[in-house]
């Protein structure tokens, strides 16, 4: 039988593992209890949990460049985006990194770059041309488009609040609509185009904002045909 050796992580880790278990103490004339260190009555309930993660997710760690909260998303799409900006989603570059057995790291739907995070929502060509039919139905340029305020969207100080949040719900949509079916690619090999795409982000950024906006009513064929007369609301 072959036995693969430890990697230094992995040796680093079994040495922590043993050291923590050489202090356990069992005492067999006590009953077992379980206790949760981040409650103060040590109960564990997933609620709790859940506040603690989201806590997590929305610290900006001394910043106020980044929030990772926008209420017009579903929380699977700020958790995603939060996991984009630490760069924590299993792009083959970092899969490659983890020893894990590939055959190929090559970004799936170009086949001439590695995918990485930036590469695989962004830099990629196909990708691209996605994000100027989002930009151009919003009425934007693509010239400035980058990584950073594609996370953090900045508009001009003549939108209003609610326009600015609005736009970024569309940009965190997009994100995660094109890792989404990044996915489709790998698993399913079902190909998005740009036409389909923008057509999916559209409706699925419409169903999301519209069903949360509580201060205004957004008009679907506003939405589609003129959007930027939203970022003055």
Same mark, same amino acid.
Request: aromatic share 12%; with cysteine.
């Given at each position: 039988?072959? #036995?693969? @050796?430890?990697?230094?992580? /992995?040796? %680093? ?9 050489? &202090?356990?103490?069992?005492y ?6 379980f ?6 009555n ?10 603690q ?28 985006v ?9 792009? +083959?570059?970092?899969l ?15 086949e ?6 930036? #590469?695989?929502?962004?830099?990629? =060509? ?15 340029? &693509?010239?400035?488009? &980058? ?5 953090? &969207? @900045?508009?001009? %100080? %003549? *939108? @209003? ?7 970024? /719900?569309? =940009?965190?949509?997009?994100? *995660? ?10 698993f ?10 923008l ?6 950024? *419409?169903d $999301?904002? /519209?069903?949360r ?5 957004i008009?679907?064929?506003? $939405?589609?045909h003129?959007?930027? @007369?939203?970022?003055? +609301?």
């Amino acid at each position: 039988m072959l #036995h693969r @050796s430890l990697s230094e992580r /992995a040796k %680093s880790e079994f040495d922590e593992l043993e050291k923590l278990v050489s &202090s356990f103490k069992i005492y067999p004339d006590k009953e077992d209890t379980f206790s949760w260190k981040l409650s103060g009555n040590g109960l564990f309930t997933t609620k709790k949990l859940a506040k603690q993660i989201m806590s997590k997710i929305y610290t900006t760690n001394g910043t106020s460049s980044v929030t990772m909260k926008n209420n017009f998303v579903p929380k699977k799409v700020e958790v995603f985006v939060w996991r984009e900006k630490k760069e924590r989603i299993p792009v +083959l570059s970092e899969l490659d990194k983890w020893r894990i057995d590939l055959h190929s790291i090559l970004y799936p739907l170009c086949e001439v770059e590695t995918e990485s995070v930036s #590469h695989s929502l962004l830099s990629c =060509e196909h990708i691209r041309v996605i994000w100027r039919k989002v930009r151009e139905w919003w009425g934007f340029d &693509s010239a400035n488009l &980058s990584f950073d305020n594609l996370l953090c &969207s @900045s508009t001009p %100080s %003549s *939108y @209003s609040k609610l326009g600015s949040i609005l736009w970024q /719900a569309v =940009e965190w949509v997009t994100c *995660y609509l094109i890792w989404r079916n990044r996915n489709q690619k790998v698993f399913k090999k079902i190909s998005w185009t740009p036409l389909n795409a923008l057509s999916e982000i559209q409706i699925k950024s *419409y169903d $999301w904002v /519209a069903n949360r906006c509580k201060k205004k009513k957004i008009d679907w064929h506003v $939405w589609l045909h003129n959007p930027t @007369s939203l970022l003055l +609301l």
